[in-house]
């Protein structure tokens, strides 16, 4: 009879527990689901940027200094329980009204960061190229810097210091923020090798040029004209003295040269000046590209198409279009009007 009773008893313990323990994770399922109802409210979506080495309590004031935590205890409740207080992973985040905290969550504790568009534009020097990475990624400006203007480097990929900017080719990428310099320019490179397809590369050969060298070419197009239907003109100028062993004598090469892109009118001690960069000294093309050209100014080149011109000057309306001369006597004249036209607007060297 006792055993009967003990047994009876252990039956009824077991059911008991059996029902509590029902009961807490039923509980705890019910409190998981409505912290998983838990929801963002922002205003508008917010990008969130973690850097390397942010502790949780700089996570939690970045999300609110971002608008994100108008339900902090809610967050710092789902947060320790995804151990989200012990690792915090860098990155960029996209958060959008209405998510739920248990992904935004799960989001930074995994580092499933959101690629950032990236725009490569017109930019003169790879000290400003460098700067605008800088402001878009998490690297350091001066540490891709160093890395491009390494030899050693550059010579990874098939490139100089002076001609490595050419990787970059203009467009919109998406890249994660957290990219590191050395990632940044394989990225490039890919990018370059993806642009200089057969067709490219043919035209190349037609007219004479590596791709570098029609990028530098493409780049004094670019500092010429903003006029796409004129690029192909102006490209068949510079080609035409190249092939005659002529100077290009191109003024933009004379503006980065000295350092000083503002300036209108060149002229004087300026053309003297003793840079590589300067056509008016030294022949051929520059050693490396004056700005990162557009694609409009690199097919411009690439097209080749044919000119008797050797020549041309800014017409004197300031259209922007340029009158085209085959001769330099022509060219004289056109120059004349564009200079009368200077002086009459007072427009002088370095002015």
């Known amino acids: 009879m006792k055993i009967k009773a003990y047994w009876k008893n252990l039956k009824k313990g077991v059911r008991v527990t059996i029902i509590v323990l029902l009961a807490v994770l039923a509980i705890d399922l019910a409190a998981r689901f409505a912290m998983g109802r838990q929801k963002i409210h922002v205003d508008e979506t917010q990008w969130v940027r973690i850097p390397r080495g942010t502790t949780y309590e700089g996570l939690l004031d970045t999300l609110n200094a971002h608008g994100c935590l108008k339900n902090r205890a809610a967050f710092v409740r789902i947060a320790r329980l995804r151990g989200l207080h012990k690792h915090v992973r860098e990155g960029s985040y996209r958060i959008e009204d209405g998510t739920s905290i248990v992904s935004v969550v799960q989001k930074i504790y995994s580092g499933r960061q959101d690629p950032v568009r990236l725009t490569i534009g017109k930019h003169r020097t790879l000290e400003s190229l460098c700067l605008y990475m800088d ?23 098939d490139h100089t210091p002076q001609t490595i900017i050419g990787l970059f080719i203009p467009n919109t990428y998406e890249v994660y923020w957290t990219l590191s310099p050395t990632a940044l320019l394989d990225r490039m490179a890919k990018e370059s090798d993806r642009f200089w397809n057969s067709v490219r590369r043919g035209q190349c050969k037609n007219i004479g040029l590596t791709p570098d060298q029609a990028i530098i070419l493409a780049s004094i197009v670019e500092e010429e004209t903003n006029q796409n239907d004129e690029k192909p003109l102006i490209a068949s100028v510079y080609l035409n003295r190249l092939r005659k062993g002529m100077e290009l004598q191109a003024d933009p090469t004379v503006r980065f040269a000295n350092g000083d892109f503002s300036v209108k009118r060149i002229g004087g001690p ?21 700005c990162i050209p557009s694609i409009a100014s690199i097919d411009a080149v690439l097209s080749g198409i044919s000119s008797p011109y050797l020549y041309f000057c800014a017409k004197e309306d300031f259209s922007g279009m340029h009158n085209f001369a085959a001769t330099l006597a022509e060219h004289q004249v056109n120059a004349n009007k564009f200079h009368r036209a200077l002086d009459l607007r007072r427009i002088g060297q370095g002015k």
């Open 135 to 157: 402001k878009k990624l998490e690297l350091s400006g001066d540490s891709l810097l160093a890395l491009m203007q390494d030899t050693t480097v550059a010579s990874r990929y």
């Open 270 to 290: 300026m053309l003297l000046h003793p840079s590589p960069y300067n056509t008016y000294l030294h022949p051929g093309l520059p050693p490396g590209p004056i």
